[in-house]
């Protein structure tokens, strides 16, 4: 068998035109699912009453469960819900306007979050007490300790981590394709299945998955010496 690499070259700028939603599929859940993680992170370190079963709850389920499970619960089982309201309260809408992507940014946030709340409390509970004990000392409140303190030093104790999770994202966005979403390797599956070049078209999807991993690595060496930075100084 011989590699057509003029063939490696077409399909790479064929399966390029996928990357924006790729992108979009990825970076998107992560910010979203940040902000979930973030406060299950804190009502979890904290144990505040109520709320603590929930976000156990919530962690532990989505982190036993696979994303392709929560993208395809949430994609037949969200118009379901819908339609049960639409009806309920004879709104002006129907479920099937509602973009698919939608859906599919839906389940990846709440699945980022799972793992990113524990990616937090993981910082967070690496901050020493002598710190906490001495910010209360000189005046400071809870939410000023948590902004100046803890959460400087949790988050540049996670970039790490964190960036795991983004390249991870990245490759778990190719699941998408399985409800119509047409993302790196579903645009390498339609150019492989039209030109029957499976080896030639995934050679050219790898080469992009790889160089947006290069970038993201690289922003992310970047970031962390700034946070790093900036959690020294944080007193």
Do not use: C
Request: charged letters at 10%.
């Amino acid at each position: 068998m011989v590699i057509d690499f003029s063939f490696v070259w077409i399909a790479f700028k064929e399966i390029l035109k996928a990357v924006p939603l790729t992108l979009i599929l990825t970076f998107v859940p992560i910010v979203v699912g940040f902000l979930i993680g973030l406060a299950v992170a804190l009502i979890r370190a904290h144990n505040i009453k109520f709320l603590s079963p929930i976000a156990n709850f919530y962690v532990s389920f989505f982190r036993g469960t696979p994303a392709i499970m929560h993208i395809m619960v949430i994609y037949f089982g969200f118009p379901i819900l819908l339609d049960y309201v639409i009806k309920k309260f004879n709104l002006p809408f129907q479920s099937n306007h509602v973009p698919i992507v939608v859906f599919v940014i839906t389940a990846l946030s709440l699945t980022a979050g799972s793992y990113l709340s524990e990616i937090i409390r993981s910082g967070i509970s690496s901050v020493s007490k002598g710190q906490i004990e001495a910010a209360y000392t000189i005046g400071m409140n809870t939410f000023q300790v948590v902004k100046r303190i803890i959460l400087p030093q949790a988050l540049a104790q996670s970039v790490p981590n964190i960036t795991n999770l983004i390249i991870g994202f990245l490759h778990t966005t190719s699941i998408a394709f399985l409800v119509s979403q047409k993302e790196i390797t579903g645009a390498a599956n339609i150019v492989a299945s039209k030109n029957l070049k499976f080896l030639e078209a995934f050679i050219a999807a790898g080469i992009i998955y790889w160089a947006i991993t290069l970038i993201i690595e690289t922003i992310a060496y970047f970031l962390e010496k700034k946070a790093k930075s900036y959690s020294r100084s944080a007193f």
